[in-house]
């Protein structure tokens, strides 16, 4: 077939791919180096949005290796390391008390980083529900429609949130525990592993309820 100068040769249209460079992930700080940062490391890795690029902890851990990232500072180079990195998030766990993760997240945005949401892509979410900066969904969480996750939360393995819950910032829902429609969790509130609440009740923030737990 010819072609003439109204016509474009299609194989001039073939994208050349040695002439192409794909969009590099970008790098990501994660705060802590305990057990919730390596479950985090393994959400991150799953994702796939972000590249590790080390963990800040303690000056003792400097050095260190989790999962095969290295400890590469402290919280007191956080300011220094901006200039590298725009992106971070708190792999910190909470149960007794969030206040280290509020520390933290405080910390950071006063350092200008950006705290995205991080999701399993074992997880579920629906289009519905609305998740705000810094919080985690863990693998095989579910969150349900119109369900609203505050800031700074942990949603953990196979946590449930209904449809019309609200978790309010700084939150834990714990492994396995089932949070029914129309929930309202008050800020900095932790929820352990296997509870299950009555649909439409508000608990207070500053809770603590315990693993295995039926809150009516």
Sequence with gaps: MNYNSQTPNPKSQTPNPKSQTPNPKPYILLLGAGGHAKSLIDVIEAEGKY??????????????????????????????????????????????????????????????????????????????????????????????????????CIINTKAIIEHDAIIEDNCHISTGAVINGGVFIGKNSFLGSNCVTKEYIKIKENSFIKAGSVVK
Excluded: C, W
């Design 51 to 152: 590249k590790i690029a080390g963990i800040i902890d303690n000056e003792l851990k400097i050095g260190d290796k989790i999962l095969g990232y290295e400890v590469i500072g402290r919280d007191e180079d956080l300011r220094e390391l901006r200039d590298k990195f725009k992106y971070a998030i708190i792999g910190v766990g909470q149960i007794k008390t969030p206040k280290i993760r509020i520390k933290l997240f405080k910390l950071l945005k006063s350092l200008g980083y950006i705290l995205p949401v991080i999701i399993s892509p074992r997880a579920y979410v629906s289009k519905y529900a609305f998740i705000d900066e810094g919080s985690v969904i863990m693998h095989d969480a579910f969150i349900n429609a119109n369900a609203k996750i505050g800031k700074n």
